[in-house]
């Protein structure tokens, strides 16, 4: 019933930047922690970036420095600014959101996946 749908994926050289999308829609309260998460081939997801409601962030070392999460809560969304991209940037870069039902229950949901390929 809640969906997150990515965009903003692409090629792009090696120091150029991208900026990632997420929108959810759906039927929930509010939304709570949203993040963005990347898996390269042969490698398992890892966290990129995450934001609070109230708009804390955190950073893995990998886009410290490069890379910029911030949210839209009036539009639902969450957004990755990534800046001076490196080949080892390339994968695909997942949305993550925990959301509040009307109940108060909090669910766990992925997006599809946007792939970023950055060339040398």
């Known amino acids: 019933q809640v969906q997150l749908v990515e965009s903003g994926g692409g090629l792009v050289q090696a120091g150029g930047s991208l900026r990632l999308s997420c929108a959810a829609s759906?039927?929930?309260?509010?939304?709570?922690?949203m993040g963005w998460y990347r898996q390269a081939p042969g490698k398992q997801r890892e966290l990129v970036a995450h934001?609070?409601?109230?708009?804390?962030?955190n950073y893995a070392d990998s886009g410290k420095g490069r890379f910029t999460i911030s949210r839209d809560n009036a539009k639902n969304s969450v957004y990755l600014q990534m800046n001076s991209l490196k080949a080892e940037d390339t994968a695909v870069y997942y949305c993550?959101?925990?959301?509040?039902?009307?109940?108060?229950?909090?669910?766990?949901?992925w997006g599809q996946g946007t792939q970023v390929t950055v060339s040398l």
């Open positions: 934001i609070t409601s109230g708009g804390t962030t």
């Open positions: 759906g039927s929930f309260f509010s939304i709570n922690t």
């Open positions: 993550n959101a925990d959301v509040n039902t009307y109940l108060r229950r909090e669910y766990n949901y």
